[in-house]
């Protein structure tokens, strides 16, 4: 079983003051054998000089992303600030560490050795991987995805991809003392873990925008029906004069379905983010399969406020009863979501603020993406997601 505990300080200025409130807060939590820490922090943290602070007294692994906003359990909403989640177990094993000079040209060799190098410490199959990650020029998150999936693990992958203040310039990942703007962390989970993934997605309606994909690669579209997608897009009155879109269209997520192995059909939603207007394709966050529709979504502040109370009602039934081992909650909530709510992450937190169980503690961030499995009754499949609030209990 994992235990676990949040720590957060609003001082991001004086980080020699931050990392003792901070490792003062875990004053008293006892660590088992094996134990790691995930820190989400404001855009304008200097971190190496924070973790020279914290190496003094914490020697366990720390994994760090950016983020435009941060959930912090019962304290709710973060604006900004840094917050820690330590996660401790005697019977499951964690295997930390993160890719070096991953570029879309090299993903899967890089990926692929960072899973071995740290499967082979685990010295078992992981059961769980953690990954938080800033996202790599032109690599799309499910990129990530499907070079795990690759390696034939099976594998469940959840996690997210930092965010900043909507400039796509400022997002960073780090491992231990090693800050990067294009790098993949992972966090490999072994031992007695059940982990249990919720989704949750928000589309209040679609726009008058339906094609199918008729020439697509990865994460490019370059022809819907019997244009161009730009074309398509000025059909519709959707076009920009700018080339890096990823704030115009954020609320309006493209809606797809993913045809996923053994037969699971997902709708997956999918951030435009990039238009060529000379050759007139897109590039989006995710992937979309050539064949498939492609639908305009609509994000609504309402229907984001019910789903992820109504996700949390559920979930907190299942907490007080067959799920009472569950001690730790991780979320991640999309930055689309974020600015539907009016740049207000209250309206998301307050579905669990005050609710939780007596012992379980909540850490998330808002992202640029989602890593998240899907279930359907007895199979299951990995996912990246846009748009989408996901919630990890373990």
């Known amino acids: 079983m994992i235990s676990s505990k949040v720590l957060y300080t609003e001082e991001i200025d004086d980080l020699e003051a931050a990392a003792e409130e901070l490792t003062g807060q875990a004053s008293g939590f006892e660590l088992g054998g094996s134990t790691v820490g995930i820190m989400f922090m404001d855009v304008d943290t200097e971190y190496e000089e924070l973790y020279d602070n914290l190496k003094e007294k914490w020697t366990f692994p720390l994994v760090a992303a950016t983020a435009i906003g941060m959930l912090t359990g019962q304290g709710g909403y973060a604006k900004g600030g840094i917050s820690v989640m330590l996660l401790t177990s ?4 964690f295997a930390v560490g993160m890719t070096e000079g991953l570029t879309v040209a090299n993903h899967v060799e890089v990926i692929t050795k960072t899973y071995n190098e740290l499967e082979k410490e685990l010295g078992e199959e992981a059961k769980l991987v953690l990954t938080y990650g800033a996202k790599a020029a032109e690599l799309a998150g499910d990129d990530i995805i499907d070079t795990i999936d690759g390696l034939g693990k099976g594998v469940k992958i959840y996690g997210a991809f930092a965010s900043d203040l909507f400039n796509f310039k400022q997002y960073r990942v780090a491992f231990n003392d090693r800050l990067a703007s294009s790098e993949q962390a992972f966090i490999l989970i072994s031992g007695n ?11 209040s309606g679609k726009a008058n925008f339906s094609y199918e994909v008729t020439q697509a690669k990865g994460h490019y579209i370059f022809r819907l029906g019997n244009g161009t997608f730009l074309e398509a897009l000025e059909k519709s009155g959707l076009s920009s004069d700018k080339e890096i879109v990823a704030g115009e269209f954020i609320t309006t997520p493209f809606v797809t379905v993913l045809e996923k192995p053994g037969g699971i059909h997902v709708e997956a939603m999918r951030n435009l983010t990039y238009l060529n207007h000379e050759k007139g394709f897109g ?33 907190l039934d299942w907490l007080a009863n067959e799920g009472s081992n569950c001690k730790t909650l991780i979320c991640n909530s999309c930055t689309a979501r ?45 996912v990246f997601h846009n748009s989408t609030f996901t919630i990890l209990c373990i």
């Open 90 to 93: 005697s019977d499951c094993k």
């Open 193 to 203: 873990i059940e982990p249990k993934m919720i989704s949750v997605q928000s589309i």
């Open 283 to 315: 590039m989006f966050l995710g992937g979309v399969a050539e064949g498939s529709s492609l639908e305009l979504g609509l994000l609504n502040a309402d229907d984001c406020k019910t789903s992820v109370a109504k996700a949390f009602d559920e979930l």
């Open 338 to 382: 974020y600015l539907a709510l009016g740049n207000n992450g209250l309206v998301e937190a307050d579905a669990f603020k005050d609710r939780l169980p007596e012992g379980v503690s909540l850490m998330g961030l808002y992202s640029y993406g989602e890593f998240c499995p899907i279930e359907d009754h007895d199979k299951w499949c990995n």
